[in-house]
């Protein structure tokens, strides 16, 4: 089983739209968690780390749930400018390195 | 300007070449490490370096040999490489003995052909 799994998309989604991505992880002992985003041809960025209470940043909210073990990033308001590869990684916490990070979901926003 | 630079951002080469890529990280970090990426595949690290040590060697094949000279610089040397080989290989930094040490910050990447 793979530690990180997403589904790669595409979403297809119209500016102005709520859009929602989940990711799960295999790993129980898993301890820190983060989306990260990849644009075309491009290195990928940290978006926002994901914490237990659930946090927002703008338009995008991030939540974890431990007792399933899947992490989900809601984008609202999408822009044409949301579009990319959003990868989910888990971390386990105590061993330098050690990110695990998913294939990526492919978001295009269209006008 | 980004944090951590690399080059070349394309590479080139045939199986019987010799080349290296080169990394340089201008945030202060600790650590750095050697990702590769394929299309359709996650990021697989390679290679983790901490204060210049090499901490991790992921069961990467010899054709691939790391260098860190410093805490500011990696260099990655290939030499009798594979098509399969082909893939974006990708650099990043970033600062052991924080709250943040999971936090990578990339280069651009070299994407690499091998022919």
């Known amino acids: 089983r793979k530690e990180v799994e997403q589904d790669p998309g595409p979403f297809n989604v119209p500016e102005g739209a709520t859009v929602a991505f989940n990711c799960t992880y295999s790993?129980?002992?898993?301890?820190?968690f983060f989306w990260y985003r990849q644009d075309c041809r491009k290195e990928p960025k940290l978006l926002m780390s994901?914490?237990?209470s659930g946090n927002e940043d703008g338009r995008f909210t991030a939540q974890l749930n431990r007792a399933s073990q899947y992490i989900s990033l809601l984008i609202r308001d999408s822009k044409l400018s949301d579009s990319a590869t959003y990868l989910c990684?888990?971390?386990?916490?105590?061993?330098?390195?050690?990110?695990?990070f998913g294939r990526g979901t492919q978001l295009t926003v269209w006008p | 300007e980004t944090g951590v630079t690399q080059t070349p951002r394309h590479l080139v080469m045939g199986m019987t070449n010799k080349k290296s890529l080169k990394c340089e990280q201008h945030?202060?970090?600790?650590?750095m490490y050697w990702y590769k990426q394929s299309a359709k595949k996650p990021l697989e690290l390679m290679f983790v370096?901490?204060?210049?040590?090499?901490?991790e060697n992921n069961s990467v094949p010899s054709r691939f040999s790391p260098e860190c000279p410093n805490s500011s610089h990696l260099f990655l040397h290939l030499h009798t490489l594979q098509p399969e080989d082909s893939a974006l290989y990708l650099c990043?930094?970033?600062?052991?003995?924080?709250?943040?040490?999971?936090?990578?910050?990339f280069g651009s990447g070299t994407q690499l052909s091998v022919l």
């Open positions: 990043a930094s970033s600062q052991e003995d924080t709250s943040t040490n999971e936090k990578l910050f």
């Open positions: 990684v888990v971390g386990r916490g105590s061993t330098l390195g050690r990110l695990y």
């Open positions: 994901v914490y237990s």
């Open positions: 370096y901490s204060l210049e040590e090499r901490v």
């Open positions: 945030l202060g970090h600790n650590a």
């Open positions: 790993n129980s002992a898993s301890q820190s």
